[in-house]
């Protein structure tokens, strides 16, 4: 008989599902409470599964969000794992995912949960 074991340790995160038409204001309005929320319960692990939802957020919109990231109080320890499911040509989540890392955030946009979930309870290196 063969078989594969892998132990995966389980972090706590926050986890929040969105729907809907989500626009620069609400994701701002949303990260900034998410962060509120982790800053109450000691968490820097968030899980933010947006594949039910719209966005038509431009270019610009996306690169104020992670610009803005630390006025919203996300600091560069903590870990974001978006999950999307790009409705159009623009994936704003990989765009968001560029803009955040170049500015030293942990920000990772995710089309399975698995591989979000995978990331986000692994090591404490940037880039895992």
């Known amino acids: ?14 986890r929040s599902d969105v729907s809907g038409v989500v626009d620069l204001k609400a994701s701002r309005e949303l990260l900034k409470g998410l962060v509120e ?6 968490l820097d692990r968030i899980l933010i599964d947006g594949r039910e939802a719209r966005s038509y957020a431009s270019t610009v919109d996306v690169w104020t ?9 996300l600091s560069r320890e903590y870990r974001v ?7 159009d040509d623009f994936d704003r989540m990989a765009f968001l995912e560029l ?6 955030y942990q920000v990772r ?8 979930f995978t990331w986000l309870t692994a090591g404490d290196e940037v880039g895992q």
Do not use: Q, W
């Open 37 to 42: 929320i982790c800053a109450k319960e000691n």
């Open 65 to 73: 969000l992670a610009n803005d990231l630390g006025l919203l109080g």
């Open 109 to 116: 946009a995710f089309r399975d949960f698995e591989e979000a």
């Open 1 to 14: 008989m063969a078989y594969n074991l892998k132990v995966i340790p389980i972090s706590e995160f926050l």
């Open 99 to 104: 803009c955040a890392t170049n500015r030293g």
């Open 81 to 87: 794992a978006v999950l999307n499911r790009p409705k």
